[in-house]
């Protein structure tokens, strides 16, 4: 008796589009494609964000080398201490230094204004002098105190005089010692903010940069992915006209990239410097 056998075969159009699907598979799973990953790189940072670094610096008297990212103490001399060391100047004219800025702010007529009152003195002495002549007074007592007296009134009058015109040069001063410090508050606003402003320009460059880098990378992965998703595609079609035999591959696609660690840090917030809240504290300011 004759042994039958009984074999669950593919239709022949199924089973040859099998044989010439297998070695492609297998020569795409053999094939190592590491070469070919598409892997995620940072962006090099903005020479906004440099130059911001380099104006913070400077806000502290300290230096910022753009090239090796050295921080060094530079001058010493913030942007606003200037006017901070000439307030102070104008602040105490005890010092020799105040009181030689305080002659600058003492009228430059003083003197002219001293010696018209003194000839002016000069000129009634003459005349009492002519006076007591014609009477025969000349050298005597009452001529000597008349002119006494009047050399004491002038001695007075310029006392006076300097005293008003010393005190007038205090309160100047005094008021520019106040513009003296407000200057040097503005310079360091204005220097706080420049430094703002370039930190919000490098990190908006960052980012288009970074985002360029991790677009190029997705589509070097899905270049990579492109001939096993293809022949997932067609093995799907395979395993379907074979009515229910197990699926001889799946397709893959690449993963959506996770967020870089800037884009989060933008997000949360934080990034940049933490520019948003810096930014407000300077601009808001009641």
């Known amino acids: 008796m004759a042994l039958q056998t009984t074999q ?8 040859s589009e099998l044989k010439a699907f297998l070695p492609e598979a297998g020569k795409a799973g053999a094939t190592d494609t590491t070469s070919q990953l598409g892997l995620p790189s940072l962006a090099p940072e903005s020479a906004f964000t440099q130059q911001a670094r380099k104006t913070g610096a400077g806000q502290a008297g300290l230096a910022y080398d753009t090239t090796t990212g050295a921080l060094t103490s530079g001058t010493g001399v913030a942007s606003y201490q200037p006017y901070l060391t000439t307030a102070g100047t104008y602040a105490d004219p005890s010092t020799t230094a105040g009181q030689t800025a305080l002659q600058s702010f003492i009228s430059p007529h003083q003197n002219y204004v001293i010696d018209a009152m ?20 000349f050298g005597g007592g009452r001529h000597g105190i008349q002119s006494g007296i009047m050399d004491a009134e002038l001695a007075k009058n310029i006392g006076l005089f300097k005293g008003t015109q010393y005190q007038d040069a205090l309160t100047q001063m005094g008021t520019a010692s106040d513009r003296q410090r407000n200057l040097a508050t503005d310079a360091q606003t204005l220097g706080i903010g420049n430094m703002g402003m370039l930190g919000q320009l490098g990190a908006g460059q960052l980012g288009y940069a970074q985002a360029g880098l991790d677009t190029t990378a997705q589509a070097a992965e899905m270049k990579r992915q492109e001939p096993f998703n293809r022949l997932g595609w067609y093995g799907g079609q395979l395993s379907q006209l074979m009515g229910g035999m197990p699926n001889p591959y799946m397709q893959t696609s690449p993963a959506a990239s996770a967020p870089s660690p800037f884009m989060q840090a933008l997000g949360s917030g934080v990034g940049a410097y933490g520019l948003g809240g810096i930014l407000g504290q300077i601009w808001n300011r009641g």
């Not at 669950?8 to 089973?15: G, V």
């Not at 003194?118 to 014609?134: C, G």
């Open 8 to 15: 669950n075969l593919p239709a022949p159009y199924i089973e």
């Open 118 to 137: 003194t000839d002016a003195t000069t000129a009634a002495k003459n005349r009492a002098s002519a006076q007591a002549l014609d009477v025969g007074a």
